[in-house]
């Protein structure tokens, strides 16, 4: 019997179209799974009515890692390691000397001490960008700005240096760079000497040699930069000074001293700002007030002048540029192996050198030229005094001011008219 609401008349069939509709949009909403449903609608009905955790799934193959095969019982084992494929290459760090390539890094194994004022400062900072490439170059700053030698109340050099020396470093050489701070009055002994008299210059010079001497003493090479030109003419004057005392003094001690004027100056031995930088295009050299100080083309500059020592220093354990180049113990191994098999297949000794064949006795010298004999005929005969008697073109040409006949037709045939052609 139909029941009516609100209009809308429900029948029996209405219920059924109903639920039929349903069960077809509740089948095609729930997600297929081939592990957990491989009947299809079967195994829909069996989860939906008896659902239970899928603790049996199967993974997929990719899930499983390699070397790893599940057994019945459900553990897993890893292969023999008798099973297991060797490398068939040799780590490059086991094989090759650090700081080859693909080896291991290299460490600094050259170690050198910069010492002095801000010049010193930054002429560390030019050797440091000099030798980028070189990694076994290690560069310690040492320098105190402010500092020098006249004021050893402010900072004693020749005590530091003895300190220093004292604590037994690595140190394969110094570089020294001191003097902006010097131009001004000194105590020494009670006294006040006036800047660069000759009191002042004497107990300058002994400070100078005080502060090589521990590095002397030790064995260290070092290196005493002089100052470069200043702009004011006065500062300047007094600058060239000091550097005859760096000279003097610093090579006594056992120092080398490094003039740097030159390089710094202009065509006529003045300051000059502006010059060629270590590329050889023209930069701007020097900074600061009154351009005491240096920029970093400048200082690139400078260390250029001590660059080639380094570097040989660098290069002392190496061996010579004609030298073949030590190969890494695997690669030599197998080049040696090649070269072996090379020699087999054409019959080679390994000396090199066939095994049967004897070769000829070289002769001490060759056929002897002379760049000086007198010129000979075509039949090959000498061309004596008689031969340029009897005439003949040799001979005409040999005859001094002789001119031979012109042929006609030839070049030098300049005969009027000309002969008709055939």
């Known amino acids: 019997m139909p029941v009516r609401t609100r209009g809308f008349s429900w029948t029996p069939t209405w219920t059924i179209r109903a639920a039929s509709i349903a069960l077809c949009c509740l089948l095609l909403a729930a ?16 989860n939906l009515f008896n659902p239970s955790p899928p603790s049996q799934a199967a993974k997929r193959p990719s899930d499983t890692p390699l070397g790893v095969r599940a057994h019945k019982s459900g553990a897993r084992k890893e292969e023999p390691a008798s099973a297991r494929r060797a490398p068939d290459f040799v780590a490059t760090t ?5 700081g080859a390539p693909g080896g291991a890094p290299a460490g600094p194994t050259t170690f050198v001490s910069v010492l002095g004022d801000s010049l010193a400062i930054m002429a560390s900072q030019g050797l440091t960008e000099a030798f980028s490439d070189r990694p076994e170059a290690s560069f310690t700053v040492l320098a105190r700005d402010l500092s020098g030698l ?13 300190a220093l020396m004292a604590r037994n470093p690595k140190i394969d050489a110094a570089v020294i760079m001191i003097g902006l701070n010097d131009l001004q009055p000194m105590s020494a002994d009670g006294y006040m000497l006036d800047t660069l008299s000759d009191e002042w210059r004497a107990k300058y010079g002994e400070r100078i040699e005080s502060f090589v001497a521990p590095f002397h003493d030790a064995h260290v090479p070092v290196y005493w930069i002089g100052l470069p030109p200043m702009q004011d003419e006065k500062v300047n004057s007094e600058v060239l000074a000091l550097n005859e005392l760096y000279r ?7 120092a080398t001293y490094i003039d740097i004027s ?42 250029h002048f001590l660059e080639a020592d380094i570097r040989r220093m660098l290069d002392k354990d190496k061996p010579p540029q004609g030298d073949i180049a030590a190969l890494p113990p695997d690669i030599e191994q197998q080049a040696d192996d090649i070269n072996a098999q090379i020699r087999r297949e054409m019959g080679l000794e390994l000396g090199g050198r066939p095994a049967d064949v004897v070769l000829p006795a070289r002769p001490l010298a060759g056929p002897i030229l002379s760049l000086t004999a007198h010129p000979t005929s075509p039949g090959g005969e000498l061309v004596d005094a008689k031969a340029q008697a009897t005439g003949g073109p040799i001979a005409a040409a040999l005859q001094p001011g002789a001119v031979p006949e012109p042929e006609p037709g030839r070049a030098d045939d300049f005969s009027w008219p000309r002969p008709q052609q055939p």
């Open 31 to 46: 997600p297929i799974s081939r592990a957990q449903s491989p009947g299809g609608l079967p195994g829909f009905f069996q």
């Open 94 to 98: 086991t094989a090759r000397a650090p």
């Open 150 to 162: 006249t004021r050893d109340d402010y900072y004693d050099w020749p005590k530091a240096a003895r």
């Open 248 to 254: 003097d003094h610093a090579q006594k001690a056992g």
């Open 262 to 303: 030159e390089a710094f100056a202009d065509e006529n031995g003045r300051y000059a700002a502006f010059g060629p930088d270590v590329e050889g295009q023209n930069a701007k050299l020097r900074a600061g007030p009154d351009g005491m100080y240096l920029t970093k083309a400048g200082s690139r500059k400078l260390a």
